[in-house]
């Protein structure tokens, strides 16, 4: 069993330095005659502001060429205040940068190339990625991915089908130390524990709105291949443990209370480091702009499911008092309901 273990972790080291090459090494996009033009949908999250300067104003020092924001379909979350009440001083801040202003996705896409679906609430993300996908235009859908894990799996599932490149992925996953680290920094990880704030929404599973940047963070640097989740909750904090297959252990720490920052510790054969900065918007718009260029995602579907599996299963663990769940039995009844939500939606 040991022997195995061990052949199983050399095998998985080997995988994540491969992936994060391309991270360390890739060029910076590169600045086109004609840039890729981009539609925004959702004007209810800073995201779209701060992803809006970055790409349109090359007079910033953290510019990233190659793509331009030129149209956005302001509405997002129908419910949540804190989303609502940002519209229209978001609205009135990317016209500034030369974004025409339409009133639906449709009219959006015959406008643009590629598509950064924004808004904050995760719940329409399927409705609203639908249209984007049957027009066969590649879209970075901001986290939450979803309102669920079934949800989820049904944006991936579609947008495998009709051949259209998605991805989804928080900034904290391409933190200089992070990637470092997913890259082979330390040799092969062996755990890490990751912390980040983690307020709660009542419309979403508990650490999706929030706790997503220190989870995604934990999923980096130790890479997929957990298999089951066990939470202990408190009012002021959440502690999440999961058992990796080759049994590594990896834990997640979201604070509510006293002082919040992202970071954590990656422990590895060569060495221990920090882990889990957030660096900044640029690292993630770099890879969005490449990922529009190429087509080529930076994060696998299957790695992003399993992150939403695990948060889904820190639910169910709650709701049953701080009992182990496996991601298995989560993804599994996930799957069964994004068939239905598909077949509801008319959408496969």
Not at 152 to 157: L, P, S
Not at 291 to 305: C, K, N
Request: hydrophobic share 45%; proline share 5%; with cysteine.
């Amino acid at each position: 069993m040991q022997a195995a273990n061990a052949a199983t972790g050399s095998m998985m080291a080997a995988v994540l330095v491969g992936l994060s090459a391309a991270w360390a090494t890739a060029a910076e996009p590169t600045a086109n005659e004609k840039p890729i033009r981009v539609g925004i949908i959702g004007l209810d999250t800073s995201h779209s502001t701060a992803f809006t300067k970055l790409l349109n104003d090359t007079a910033d020092g953290q510019h990233v060429p190659g793509c331009r924001v030129v149209a956005a379909s302001p509405k997002g979350s129908a419910d949540i205040e804190s989303s609502v009440s940002r519209v229209p001083e978001y609205t009135a801040e990317v016209k500034q940068h030369g974004v025409e202003i339409v009133d639906s996705i449709p009219a959006l896409l015959e406008q643009v190339d590629a598509v950064l679906l924004e808004t904050n609430d995760g719940r329409p993300h399927l409705d609203q990625v639908i249209p984007v996908i049957k027009a066969g235009k590649r879209v970075f859908v901001d986290k939450p991915i979803a309102g669920s894990l079934a949800d989820a799996v049904a944006i991936h599932r579609l947008a495998a089908k009709r051949g259209v490149p998605l991805f989804s992925a928080s900034s904290l996953r391409f933190a200089a130390g992070t990637v470092a680290v997913r890259g082979g920094s330390i040799g092969a990880v062996t755990g890490a524990d990751t912390y980040s704030p983690c307020a709660l929404e009542a419309t979403h599973p508990d650490l999706f709105w929030y706790g997503i940047h220190g989870v995604e963070s934990l999923f980096t640097a130790m890479g997929p291949g957990c298999t089951s989740v066990t939470r202990t909750h408190s009012a002021d904090v959440d502690q999440v443990t999961g058992l990796w297959g080759d049994g590594r252990i990896g834990t997640f720490r979201g604070i509510r209370r006293g002082a919040a920052n992202f970071g954590g510790t990656a422990f590895g054969e060569k060495g221990i480091t920090p882990v889990g900065a957030f660096d900044g918007y640029r690292p993630l718009l770099v890879e969005i702009v490449k990922f529009f260029q190429t087509g080529e995602v930076p994060v696998s579907a299957e790695e992003t499911l399993q992150i939403y599996a695990f948060m889904e299963a820190a639910d169910e663990s709650k709701r049953q008092g701080g009992k182990p769940v496996t991601l298995a039995e989560v993804m599994e009844k996930a799957e069964a309901e994004a068939t239905k939500r598909l077949a509801a939606l008319g959408a496969e």
